[in-house]
């Protein structure tokens, strides 16, 4: 009762710190007793020592009205990605994803067959990754579906990759191209208010079919793990990118004590989203910076791997890695330097 008297007179709304600062709020006293654990919170996974290799397990969430919306992601691709985002924080440790688990919360609103097909979804992201699904949880919900997925997944000891790992003058690079995630977004969210205005209009999504898959059915970048691990090339330190380059450049710097610098001009976008991002009037360097969901990764590594991943169209390299004295840097393309600043995605934060 003690307790309850002193703490009811405090009432701090959460979204008075982001989420990253209300993880850190919460979980800051929390002390690893298992000699097993060899990282808890702040990577992209948890690692546990299982004697010849280590354990990598972590956990995505995906709530309706906030991660998606059903009026235009249909459920077969939402179980897709529901997977692919879990086994890209596996990625992010240079591991192999091997099991999952599968919570879910469901209103009485949806059918055997709409859930069968998010099953569909799920088992098709399984077989695709190499994955077994193995379990779960499952209860109503009186606000809308929410999955919850566990990854277990492993990696061998000498190539596992943490965020903070990164090396003064190591490059920063990243995987595919970035912003058409968020592109893919604007465009769902532009196509669904027309159609609410007047549900006669069909939908306008033609001749975009690589910005909507990038937000519909993203895939985990298991082939680049493949790739770096036939080049020879262990990064320093890696993080997918989920919720924008800058934010996850920010992830870097902070669990490695070094600042990035990333140059505008370097920066991967793909075609159509140049072509889509005059249409919306947005800036594609914003959509990279600051978009997110793109499920590429970002990482550091030594200059003697330079010559191997210029000749490899997988990768780019953005930038390189300076002393922590000179911050995170964005240098734009007619030369002048910025701050990098984080507006990343923040589910939380107004
Ligand atoms: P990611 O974007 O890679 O999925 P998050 O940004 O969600 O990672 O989480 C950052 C870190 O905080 C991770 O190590 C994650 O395991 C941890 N974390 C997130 N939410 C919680 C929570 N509610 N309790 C404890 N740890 C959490
Ligand atoms: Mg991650």
Known sequence: MKIL????????????LGEFALIDHLTKDIKLEN?????????????IDKGDKYSLLSTDLLIEGVHFNLAYSPLMHLGYKSVAVNVSDICAMNGC???ITVGLAVSNRFTIEALEELYEGIKLACKHYGVDLVGGDTSSS???????????GEVEKDIITYRSGAKINDLVVCTGDLGAAYLGLQLLNRENEIFKDNPTIQ????GNDYILKRQLKPEASVKYIKILKELNIIPTSMIDISDGLSSEALHISKASSVGLTIHEDKIPIDHTVMNLSAEFKINPIVCALNGGEDYELLFTVNQQHYDKLKKDPDFTIIGFVNDQSQGNNFIATDGSSHQLTAQGWDPIKK
Do not use: F, N
Request: proline residues 5%.
């Open 5 to 16: 008297e002193d703490k009811s007179l405090k009432t701090t709304p959460i979204d008075t």
């Open 35 to 47: 000699s097993s654990t060899i990282l808890g919170i702040g990577d992209d996974a948890s690692v």
């Open 97 to 99: 994803a091997k099991q």
């Open 142 to 152: 009186t606000s809308g579906l929410m999955i919850s997925i566990t990854v277990l």
């Open 203 to 206: 939908p306008d999504l033609g």
